[in-house]
């Protein structure tokens, strides 16, 4: 399935907010997406990460120097912090929000820690995702949907009908994307 | 729309009954429980878009945190 060539798209959302399932789900219906083996699946993502350079792409956005051209027409995966050194382009972002407890037990549980510091993170990953929506919401060169993974999951033919409508797709890739959505994984819940 | 005061922690609001009765069709078969559930949720996403309008920046030492978190998760070197 072809996407406009002379397009960037873009999964993207706080980390552990359900951008690897998207990728997931957009690499299912057989749309074309960047993404390579260096961050193998693990416990935190048993489907794995979809990622480039074990998702350390953001080094590579700080740095400018960044392929975008090498990726036009294809889905990559950018955690919310990448997006604030996006270059002028052309994009559509599928941005996923979560409830951000869920989240911040999430990277708690990933990152092997424990936060003594929880009210503060979730102060400031909270305004960094308000940001970083403003942001992209404001760039004249951005087109961006905002979706909600614990709505997924609750309503999945809902919220796959508006990705397939954003990105102007044929409605029979709905059947590919919603095998994707598997509340098994679903291990954060609150 | 007049408001009375119910207790010293929620107030009782009047709104017509054919909105209730929209609401009470629509949250059938969600996890809302009640008219009054929605209703809150509704006016808290409102208020919360209204406050993320204001002007928010990470300050140096709330990026850093942010860096620190993501190196910790592997999303940065």
């Known amino acids: 399935m072809n996407l406009e060539k002379d397009t960037n798209y873009i999964i993207s959302g706080l980390e552990r907010s359900g951008t690897s399932m998207l990728m997931q789900m957009i690499n299912n219906a057989g749309i074309l997406t960047s993404f390579d083996d260096s961050r193998k699946p693990d416990t935190n993502n048993p489907k794995g990460y979809f990622e480039l350079e074990g998702g350390k792409i953001i080094n590579r956005l700080m740095e400018k120097n960044f392929p975008f051209d090498e990726h036009k027409g294809k889905f990559i995966k950018i955690t919310c912090y990448g997006l604030k050194f996006l270059p002028t382009g052309k994009y559509k972002i599928i941005y996923s929000e979560r409830n951000i407890e869920e989240i911040l037990d999430s990277m708690e549980r990933m990152a092997k820690i424990k936060d003594d ?4 993170t979730r102060e400031i990953f909270l305004k960094l995702n308000n940001i970083i929506k403003k942001q992209i919401k404001s760039r004249d060169d951005i087109e961006v949907l905002f979706i909600n993974y614990n709505d997924i999951l609750k309503n999945p033919f809902e919220n796959i009908n508006k990705i397939i409508d954003f990105l102007e797709i044929p409605k029979n890739l709905e059947e590919e994307m ?6 098994s994984l679903y291990r954060q819940r609150r | 729309m007049n408001d009375e005061t119910e207790s010293n922690d929620t107030v009782a609001i009047k709104i017509p009954k054919e909105i209730y009765d929209k609401i009470s069709d629509r949250i059938k078969d969600t996890d809302f429980s009640s008219v ?6 509704v006016l808290q996403e409102v208020l919360s878009d209204d406050e993320s309008e204001d002007e928010e920046v990470l300050s140096e030492e709330d990026e850093e945190k942010v860096k620190e978190r993501l190196r910790s998760l592997g999303y940065l070197d």
């Open chain 2, 36 to 41: 009054d559930e929605y209703i809150k949720y």
């Open chain 1, 178 to 183: 919603i095998k994707v959505v598997d509340p």
């Open chain 1, 117 to 120: 510091a929880r009210d503060e």
